[in-house]
């Protein structure tokens, strides 16, 4: 079904954001992050909220895959859009930036 969604709407994040969320539950990291990169590339201009919650996703997986690089790339993204209500994926990227995991 949510494969299903994002074929059918493929500019919206949060479509990729749940599918990357199911994904992620399952246990198939690797998926989980194709996933959501394709769809922060692709949803540029979608939610500012769903994107910060993709990208904190993303640097989640990223950093529990030991790719510290890839996850700070995403936590530096985060910050950049002071202006999202992503409070938790704020907060998230500067313990990280800050070297508190």
């Given amino acids: ?10 500019l919206v994040i949060r479509l990729y954001l749940g599918l990357g ?3 992620d539950r399952r246990g198939d990291t690797g998926e989980a992050i194709r996933v959501l990169e394709q769809g922060l590339a692709r949803a540029i201009r979608d939610d500012w909220t769903d994107t910060m919650r ?4 993303l640097a989640r997986l990223y950093r529990d895959a030991g790719q510290p ?3 700070a790339a ?5 910050l950049t859009q002071r202006q999202s209500y992503a409070a938790d994926e704020l ?7 800050a070297g508190r995991p």
């Fill in 1 to 10: 079904m949510n494969r299903r969604a994002v074929e059918l709407a493929p």
């Fill in 21 to 23: 969320t199911v994904l």
């Fill in 54 to 57: 993709a990208r904190g996703l």
């Fill in 69 to 71: 690089g890839l996850a």
């Fill in 74 to 78: 995403q936590y530096r993204a985060i």
């Fill in 91 to 97: 907060e998230a990227a500067r313990r990280f930036l």
